[in-house]
Every structure is written in structure tokens, then in C-alpha cells.
């Protein structure tokens, strides 16, 4: 049983910035992809960054160049630093991970959510 527990949501005006902090747990072989997912209002779910254990990251094109993400492999934890935000960026963030098990099979766990909010 994974479980990952988001922290750092809020509501920020245009141009500031947030940093979403995420800690994952459970008895699993390794932590291969964590990052972040988000689901903006009327819209399908939609990666926004993801980073694997040996520190490969993937952006969104829409959040290249202003949001950073990171781990701590030591801590099973996961950050996103959002800086320049925009009303678009409006969503429900959600932590992911795709893990490997003891008994070696692949598995995905996603978090509750935490609300961002930006306003013009």
C-alpha cells in the first residue's frame, strides 16, 4: 500500500509563486516516477511534471521554464517549485508515483489533491 500525502496548495496572484511538497510511503522495491498531475475545472486530467529515480525529468510544455521539479530519494519526497504562475495554472494537483513492488510488478498510486489557485 503506497500512500502519498501532498502539501503546499493556496491561492497566489499572477506571477508569484508555490511549492508543492509530496511524501510517499509503503513497503515497495523502489519509487521509480513520482511527479505531479493536475485537473483544471471542465478538464481532463494532465501531466504537468514527472522525474525518475535517477533524476530525468519531463515538463509540460505549458509550465517549461517556470516550474521545477525535484525529489529527495532519501525521503521518498517530491517537490514542485512553481514560480510565474498564471490564472491557467488554476487546478487540482495531484502527486503521483509509479512504483515496483517487492514481488516486482509496476503500480501507480496517486494523492488526494491539493488546490492551487491563481487570480489575476
Known amino acids: 500500500q503506497v500512500q502519498l500525502v501532498e502539501s503546499g496548495g493556496g491561492l497566489v496572484q499572477a506571477g508569484g509563486s508555490l511549492r508543492l511538497s509530496c511524501a510517499a510511503s509503503?513497503?515497495?522495491?523502489?519509487?521509480?516516477?513520482m511527479g505531479w498531475y493536475r485537473r483544471a475545472p471542465g478538464k481532463e486530467r494532465e501531466l504537468v511534471a514527472h522525474?525518475?529515480?535517477?533524476?530525468?525529468?519531463n515538463y509540460a510544455d505549458s509550465v517549461k521554464g517556470r516550474f521545477t521539479l525535484s525529489r529527495d530519494n532519501a525521503k521518498n519526497m517530491v517537490y514542485l517549485q512553481m514560480n510565474g504562475l498564471k490564472v491557467e495554472d488554476t487546478a487540482v494537483y495531484y502527486c503521483?508515483?509509479?512504483?515496483?513492488?517487492?514481488?516486482?510488478?509496476?503500480?501507480?498510486?496517486w494523492g488526494q489533491g491539493t488546490q492551487v489557485t491563481v487570480s489575476s
Open positions: 522525474i525518475s529515480s535517477g533524476g530525468n525529468t
Open positions: 503521483y508515483t509509479r512504483v515496483r513492488t517487492m514481488s516486482m510488478r509496476t503500480n501507480e498510486s
Open positions: 509503503g513497503r515497495v522495491f523502489s519509487f521509480d516516477l
